[in-house]
C-alpha cells in the first residue's frame, strides 16, 4: 500500500510538473509575443 502510494504520487507530481512547465512556457512565449518590437 505505501509502495503503491509512493508510485502514485510520482506520477501525479510527474503530470503536476508537466502541466507547470507547459503553462509557463506558454505564458513566457505570450509575453515575448507581447514585448517583441
Do not use: E
Request: charged content about 20%; hydrophobic content about 35%; glycine content about 8%.
Amino acid at each position: 500500500s505505501k509502495l503503491g502510494g509512493k508510485i502514485n504520487d510520482k506520477t501525479t507530481l510527474h503530470l503536476f510538473t508537466q502541466t507547470v512547465r507547459a503553462v509557463y512556457g506558454s505564458w513566457r512565449s505570450h509575453m515575448y509575443d507581447l514585448w517583441a518590437p
